[in-house]
C-alpha cells in the first residue's frame, strides 16, 4: 500500500489495528514485544504516507502523517526510548502547527528551539485554524509538556500545555459543532488540567496548582468515562489541606464533603481514616484562626466569621468560589462560628477534631504507620495547645500540656532510632518546648501573687533540660551507628564541640538556649544553691559561644547572628547576677 493514498476510513481502520497491538500483554520476560510490533507497522504506515505526500501534499495526507508521529513518540516514550520520542513528537509538532495554520508543512529538519516556543504561541493565535488536527495538535502538547515537566523544564512545559488549554478553550467557546471531536478535546483536556497541575506545582505556584487539579476533578464529575474514585478522593483531600492553608475554609470543608460523596463506604480502610484524618485537620485550623482573630480583634464579639471575601484563594476572583457541580453535596458555607469561651472551643471545634484523630489513630498504628502515628499525635498535641488558650483555669492548662507530653510515649523507645532519627528529635524538641511553656504559665502565676510550690516549677524545669539535652545528644557521632530503639540519655553537662549539619543549626542552637533559660529558672532558696543553677546557664551559653567560634556559624549563617549575641549578652550578664545575689542575700 505504499504511496497509495488512504481513505479517511482505510487510515482509520489501520490506526486502530496498530493500537490493538501495542495493547497486547506479553506472555515471556519480552515487556515491550507488541510495542516493538506496533512500530514497525508504524514505520510501514509512515513510509507510505510520506510517499504519498510527496506526491500529493494535501492538510489531509500531512495530518495522516503527523497523526503516525505522534503515535510513534508515544511508542518510544513507552518503551523507555524517551529522547527519540521527545524527537519525534517534536516533528510532529512542526507537522500540526503548519496545517493548523492552513498551511502545508515543508521539512527543513531544524530541531525546536527556544524560538520555536514562540513559534507555538504566535501559531496558536490563527483566526482561522484547521479544526480537524486539534486534537492530534492538543495530543502532541500534552506529551511534549509532560517530558519537559520530568525533565524539570517547566517553562517550555507551562507553553506547550497552554497552547493546548487554549485550544480546548477556544473550541469551547465558539461552539463548533462536532460532538465527536468535543468529546475528544473534553478528554485531552482533562490530561492538561492534569499535567498544569503537575507543572506549577514542581514551580511552587501552588494557587495554580490547586485551581488546575479542581479542575481535573471537575472534568472527571462531568465526564461519562469511569474513573479511579480512590485516586479522585486522594486528590480532593489533598486539595482540601491546600485551601485549609489558606484558611480558605469554605473550598476547604466542600472538598472534603465532595471527597466524601464520591468514595463508597468502606470502600477503602486507609482513605476512610484520612478522611477523618482530614475533616480533623479542618477543626484544628478553625481553631487555630479563630485564636489569631480573638488576639488580634479581642474585644470583637462578633458570633460569626463572613467567608465570602476571603474564598476563592486558588483564582482570580475572589467573589466566587470553585464548586463540584453533579455531586448532591451542600453548597460551599459562607460563615464559620467564632470562639468566644472554653464551652465554645471545646464543643464546637475541639471535640470533633478529638474524635476524627482517634479514629484515624485506629488505622494509623506505631507499628507499620510510624511516620503517620507521629504526625497525628502532633496534630492532636496542636489541638490541646488551642484548647489553653480558652482555658481560664491554670491548672487544667497545665494538665492540658502534660497531656501534649504523654502523647508520646508510647513512641519514645517503640522506635528504630537509626530509622526514625528525624522523628525522635522533632518530639523530644516539641515535649522541650512543652516543658517550657509550663514553665512560663507557672512563673507568671507566681509573679501574680499565685500559690506556686517550689516543685511545680522545678519539675517542668527538669523535664525540660532532660528532653533538650536527648535532643542534643542525638547529634552525637555514636549516633549514626544507634541500631537499637534505645533514646540517648540526657546529660548535665555538654560532650564537648559537637559537629552538626549546616541545616540542623538553629534547631541546634535553641535547644542549647532553651536549657540555659530553664537552668535560670529553677527555683531555690538557698543561696549557693541558687547561685549554682545560674552558674549552669552560664556555662551552657560560654559552650554555645564557644561551638559557634569553633564552626564559625556567625560567618555561614549570618541568620543566626541575633541568637548569638544573646547568648554572647547573656554569658556577660549572668555573672552579675551571681554577684548581686551573693552580695544581696537576696534571690
Not at 88 to 110: D, F, K, M, V
Not at 314 to 322: D, S
Not at 341 to 368: C, H, N, Q, W
Request: net charge negative; aromatic share 10%.
Amino acid at each position: 500500500m505504499m504511496g497509495t493514498k488512504l481513505t479517511e476510513g482505510e487510515f482509520e481502520a489501520k490506526v486502530k489495528e496498530i493500537e490493538e497491538i501495542s495493547k497486547k500483554q506479553p506472555e515471556d520476560n519480552e515487556i515491550f514485544k507488541y510495542m516493538y510490533e506496533a512500530r514497525k507497522e508504524l514505520v510501514t504506515l509512515q513510509a507510505g504516507l510520506m510517499m504519498t505526500a510527496q506526491a500529493d501534499p494535501t492538510k489531509e495526507v500531512q495530518h495522516q502523517l503527523a497523526r503516525i508521529l505522534v503515535m510513534m513518540g508515544e511508542n518510544e516514550v513507552a518503551t523507555d526510548e524517551v529522547s527519540n520520542g521527545c524527537g519525534t513528537l517534536q516533528s510532529a509538532q512542526r507537522y500540526l502547527e503548519s496545517i493548523w495554520q492552513q498551511n502545508l508543512y515543508q521539512p527543513s529538519g531544524s530541531p525546536v528551539t527556544e524560538n520555536s516556543l514562540d513559534a507555538t504561541k504566535e501559531a496558536i493565535k490563527c483566526a482561522s485554524p484547521y479544526w480537524k488536527c486539534a486534537g492530534t495538535l492538543m495530543d502532541t502538547y500534552n506529551n511534549l509538556g509532560i517530558i519537559w515537566c520530568n525533565r524539570n523544564e517547566g517553562e517550555k512545559a507551562v507553553v506547550l500545555l497552554e497552547a493546548a488549554e487554549h485550544i480546548y478553550e477556544r473550541w469551547m467557546k465558539e461552539g463548533k459543532d462536532d460532538e465527536q471531536l468535543t468529546k475528544r478535546l473534553e478528554n485531552l483536556y482533562t490530561s492538561t488540567a492534569f499535567y498544569l497541575a503537575q507543572v506549577y506545582g514542581q514551580r511552587k505556584e501552588t494557587k495554580r496548582a490547586s485551581l488546575y487539579v479542581h479542575k481535573t476533578l471537575q472534568i472527571q464529575l462531568l465526564s461519562k468515562k469511569e474513573f479511579d474514585k480512590m485516586e479522585w478522593t486522594s486528590n480532593a483531600l489533598r486539595l482540601s489541606g491546600f485551601y485549609l492553608a489558606a484558611d480558605d475554609f469554605a473550598q476547604s470543608s466542600h472538598c472534603l464533603h465532595a471527597a466524601r460523596k464520591v468514595l463508597p463506604l468502606n470502600e477503602d480502610d486507609q482513605l476512610e481514616a484520612n478522611i477523618k484524618l482530614a475533616w480533623a485537620k479542618y477543626y484544628l485550623g478553625v481553631m487555630q484562626f479563630c485564636r489569631k482573630r480573638h488576639e488580634e480583634y479581642p474585644n470583637d464579639k462578633s458570633k460569626e466569621f463572613d467567608l465570602r471575601p476571603r474564598t476563592h484563594l486558588a483564582g482570580g476572583n475572589t467573589n466566587e468560589t470553585q464548586q463540584f457541580t453533579g455531586l448532591d453535596i451542600p453548597a460551599p458555607i459562607t460563615t464559620i462560628k467564632l470562639i468566644h469561651s472554653m464551652e465554645d472551643a471545646r464543643d464546637i471545634y475541639f471535640k470533633p477534631a478529638l474524635e476524627g484523630f482517634t479514629k484515624a489513630l485506629e488505622f494509623y498504628v506505631l507499628d507499620g504507620y510510624v511516620t503517620d502515628h507521629i504526625s497525628t499525635k502532633e496534630d492532636i498535641s496542636a489541638l490541646y495547645k488551642e484548647l489553653t488558650h480558652w482555658e481560664p483555669d491554670v491548672e487544667r492548662q497545665v494538665a492540658m500540656h502534660k497531656r501534649r507530653v504523654q502523647l508520646f510515649e508510647n513512641v519514645l523507645g517503640g522506635v528504630n532510632v537509626s530509622y526514625y532519627m528525624s522523628d525522635l528529635r522533632q518530639i523530644l524538641f516539641h515535649n522541650g518546648e512543652v516543658c517550657n511553656q509550663i514553665v512560663e504559665i507557672r512563673t507568671e502565676q507566681k509573679a501574680k501573687g499565685g500559690n506556686v510550690t517550689a516543685k511545680k516549677i522545678n519539675q517542668p524545669c527538669g523535664d525540660g533540660i532532660k528532653f533538650f539535652d536527648m535532643f542534643l545528644n542525638t547529634f552525637r557521632a555514636d549516633q549514626s551507628s544507634n541500631q537499637t530503639c534505645d533514646i540517648p540519655t540526657a546529660s548535665s553537662v555538654n560532650n564537648g564541640m559537637v559537629e552538626v549539619e549546616k541545616e540542623h543549626h538553629q534547631v541546634f542552637l535553641l535547644a542549647n538556649m532553651h536549657i540555659a533559660k530553664l537552668l535560670t529558672k529553677v527555683y531555690e532558696k538557698e543561696i549557693d544553691k541558687a547561685c549554682a543553677w545560674v552558674n549552669r546557664a552560664v556555662q551552657r551559653y560560654e559552650y554555645i559561644n564557644d561551638w559557634a567560634a569553633n564552626f564559625d556559624v556567625t560567618k555561614t549563617q549570618p541568620e543566626l547572628s541575633a541568637e548569638l549575641a544573646v547568648c554572647k549578652e547573656m554569658a556577660t550578664l549572668l555573672p552579675q547576677k551571681i554577684k548581686t545575689i551573693k552580695d544581696t542575700g537576696s534571690i
